[in-house]
């Protein structure tokens, strides 16, 4: 009886006060997320600290990410997607393992995001490394944003219906 009220006490406050960013709700990654193979560069490794650090990784130009519109987000400069960047990864899936991994080292993860709206509309995104491998040390990395359309539009512009009425 007691050791339940203790558990029953301590469970929110183990829940709240864990290592930064490992929530234990990943439900939300069942469904309704974008899936995405990166490749990069461990920048840090996460450290339960003080203070608590998030595993960084300088991923590659993400061309097809989506953004909170539901579309390829466009950059100011035309870069589709998500540029390459020095990013913190504060979730990692069940079963990743960064064990042996030091930063330097080149890994190819699969990276889920949800886009997740409040109860006034505003849309942000959680995300979480799912998988991660380690790749061979002269595995090819580039960082470099490749312009232009990472793919080409599903559907183009209709033709304009010509006018039927013999026109002006
Ligand atoms: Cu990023």
Known sequence: MRTA???ALILPFLQGCGEKGRQNDQAVFDEGFQTYQVRGIIA?????????????????????FIGKTGEVVRNSDGTPG??????????????????????GDKVV??????????????????????ALEPLPADAEI?????????TPPENPTPEPAPADDGGP
Do not use: C, Y
């Open 5 to 7: 009220l203790l558990v």
């Open 44 to 64: 840090q490794l996460p450290s339960d600290g003080p203070p608590p650090e998030d595993l960084k990784i300088h991923h590659e130009h993400i061309p097809d």
């Open 82 to 103: 998500m540029k390459s960047m020095v990013m913190p990864f504060p979730e990692l899936g069940e079963g990743v393992s960064l064990e042996g991994l030091a930063p």
């Open 109 to 130: 993860f699969t990276l889920k995001v949800k886009w997740l709206e409040s109860p006034s509309g505003e849309r942000t995104p959680r995300w979480l490394v799912s």
């Open 142 to 150: 580039s960082f470099e944003n490749k312009l232009g359309p990472a």
